[in-house]
């Protein structure tokens, strides 16, 4: 039997939560022993993420063949404990680029190329090759943006096509709407689902089951009002009332029964549903038994999705620690006019992530140099780790000046530098150092007591690297190299021994973090920051005694 599709669209607004209704869907379906890939389609006409502002788009996610995606995937990844692929994430520009290499190569014959068939069948092409090479049961696919987006029209028109082109009971539609509580009115609107689903059915899609984003528990009568209006069965209106973690809304859609509705509409048969893994997990974050700040330092932290794969994987630590983390976040440039203290000196530990560009590095630096001298658990990722070789090189190597050439070019100790094959280029999409890469550790060290193997494999993205001409005199003067790529001898881990616990890393590893199965380095950075806390909270109980 081949695969069988489910589409989940989007009505009213964006940012509705189609992203984790796809995910959710996805854990529910695997966790019935089924073999699942979710797909994402950008309207955008970017070829990827890569090159997209993070104001505007949130963080970018990642994969290990390296591409640069839409932070969807990294949803995806999260819930279905599946690595995703450069196919699972396709947008406007990709679909447009391959018909223009077609039409110049004469693939088409003379035809003029136009959306319809041309741009819709190599969008169904996109689809369809996604499913075969992940050797799925079910492929989920998002269609990103709201109904009635121009931009989005070709992709409606291409899945709208595809129930002919596979048949009765191969093809799924979902739709997510938003039913908005008005305050003053205290009631529950359904008119802006109406108009939504009417939107969808004017592009011939009518969507077999309906999910509500809504903030109050929808009543019986509403339920029945979008059922009559919209033309789907009761029992296929789910509610997805927001929900403290988004952990907690596969387990809500289940009470609904959608898995066992999913099966029935596409006419398949899988097991029973095992969820009590999940459950656990889920219980571990509504039960937990410690609580643990962590400063995000850096230059978005006044946009939620910037940081996402980061907050989620400081969550996952914190779910193997049996551990609350709240993160508090703060702006990097302002502790370059503020005494460091006022801001960390109540954090159990702090993180710098990845960034790009001068802006906030010495803020950054003056965090890193806090969580050194003060014993705080550190954790760098990326620039993070680049930030805290620029720190030790300054104020324990005392080379003043010390530098990235990222930040200066004229640093007279350039430790962070551009790799030799990054000067000159023109491109920047898909031009820095991309997707999974080998780190072999040191025995004995923080991240080899965390990984328990000598031989990791990690996910990057950047175009500076650690100044190997510094390297053996930052060793003789205490600086711990605790990874390194095989290949290219390029330092990937650095440490400090004589800490509690400080690890910097070149490589991204939320990318590869999960709920159920944190990342080991995030795992042991929450415990850390745990220990710590309990170390503080002992000494200021000792001293209350002692007064």
């Not at 560009?357 to 003060?374: F, M, T, V």
């Not at 090189?393 to 007279?412: F, H, Q, S, Y």
């Amino acid at each position: 039997m081949g695969s069988k599709f489910i589409f989940v669209t989007g009505g009213v607004v964006s940012s509705i939560g189609k992203g984790i209704t796809s995910a959710s869907l996805g854990r529910l379906l695997k966790s019935r022993d089924l073999k699942i890939t979710i797909q994402k389609f950008d309207p955008y006409i970017n070829v990827d993420a890569g090159t997209m502002n993070p104001y505007q788009h949130g963080e970018v996610f990642v994969t290990e063949d390296g591409a640069e995606t839409d932070l969807d995937l990294g949803h995806y990844e999260r819930f279905i404990d599946e690595n995703l692929h450069q196919d699972n994430n396709v947008t406007t520009g990709k679909i447009y680029g391959a018909v223009i290499a077609k039409e110049r190569k004469g693939e088409y014959l003379g035809d003029t190329v136009k959306v319809i068939p041309h741009v819709t069948n190599q969008i169904k092409e996109e689809i369809l090759k996604a499913a075969r090479d992940s050797q799925c049961d079910i492929a989920i696919v998002e269609v990103g943006g709201t109904v009635g987006d121009i931009e989005g029209q070709p992709f409606l028109e291409a899945i709208r096509q595809l129930k002919n082109d596979l048949g009765e009971g191969n093809v799924l539609y979902i739709h997510v709407t938003l039913v908005p509580h008005i305050g003053a009115a205290g009631e529950l609107k359904t008119k802006p689902t109406q108009h939504s689903v009417k939107e969808l059915r004017g592009m011939g899609i009518q969507p077999d089951i309906i999910v509500c984003r809504t903030e109050k528990k929808l009543t019986s009568d509403v339920l029945e009002k979008i059922a009559l209006y919209c033309d789907v069965e009761k029992e296929a209106i789910m509610q997805s009332v927001d929900a403290p973690s988004i952990y907690e809304v596969p387990l809500m859609l289940e009470k609904q029964h959608l898995s066992d509705l999913v099966m029935k509409k596409l006419r398949m048969i899988s097991s029973p549903l095992h969820l009590q893994d999940w459950e656990e997990m889920v219980s571990r974050i509504q039960h937990p038994e410690h609580r643990v700040t962590i400063a995000l330092v850096g230059k978005y932290v006044q946009l939620k999705d910037a940081y996402i794969s980061i907050s989620e994987a400081l969550t996952h630590g914190g779910i193997s620690n049996r551990a609350q983390v709240e993160i508090k976040k703060i702006d990097a440039e302002i502790l370059q006019s503020e005494t460091p203290d006022v801001h960390l000196r109540d954090v159990d530990g702090i993180l710098v992530p990845g960034g790009f560009g001068g802006r906030g590095l010495e803020g950054k630096i003056l965090a890193i140099q806090y969580a050194r001298e003060n014993r705080v658990p550190y954790f760098g990722i990326c620039y993070g780790m680049q930030c805290a070789t620029v720190e030790y090189a300054r104020n324990v190597a005392g080379w003043k000046k010390a530098n990235t050439t990222e930040a200066d070019l004229d640093t007279p100790y350039p430790v962070i530098s551009l790799l030799a094959e990054q000067h000159g280029l023109e491109s920047k999409g898909g031009t820095m150092r991309l997707g999974a890469y080998a780190c072999r550790l040191k025995k004995g060290s923080k991240a080899y007591d965390a990984y328990g193997e000598e031989l990791i494999y990690e996910r990057h993205r950047h175009r500076y690297e650690f100044n190997n001409i510094y390297l053996e005199e930052l060793m003789n003067k205490g600086l711990v190299v605790s990874g390194m790529n095989p290949e290219r001898n390029l330092v990937e881990i650095i440490e400090i021994a004589d800490h509690p616990w400080f690890v910097a890393t070149q490589f991204h590893p939320e990318f590869k973090s999960r709920p159920n199965r944190a990342h080991p380095l995030y795992r042991d950075f929450i415990k850390a920051a745990v220990e710590y806390r309990l170390r503080v909270q002992g000494k200021t109980k000792a001293v209350s005694a002692h007064q």
